[in-house]
């Protein structure tokens, strides 16, 4: 119960540090919300793409990469790719995709990273 009150706080400073507290519009709440959402499921997208064979440098522009993509097709469904909506949504993306991996998906994510990358009986770096 405390890991949910704690990812809770996260969120909301997410948002507020992205612009999208205090009293939003509807329509910057629902982004904000979707890019949240989108967020918490982004590591298990990068885990997919990201190779362990890759150098730390090129694993996190493909990170960004991922990132700033997600949030601008979560600006298109919701009907609002405005530049500053564009990065509002990056960023409370890109943070929360951060944040999820590092508390919940990273043991789930090197599976999968493990799986989809080529010599994948290899051990993943650092002897894990």
Known sequence: METIVVEAGVVAGVLAAAGMGGAPDAVSQELAMWSALAGWFTPLVVAVIQQRRWAPEVRVAATIAVCVCV??????????LTADRWVSSALTVATLAVVTYQ?????VADRVEGATSPGRHRAPEGGR
């Not at 949030?71 to 609002?80: D, I």
């Not at 508390?103 to 043991?107: A, D, E, F, G, H």
Request: aromatic share 6%; proline share 0%; charged share 20%.
């Open 103 to 107: 508390t919940v998906w990273k043991k």
């Open 71 to 80: 949030a601008a097709v979560t600006c298109v469904l919701e009907g609002t």
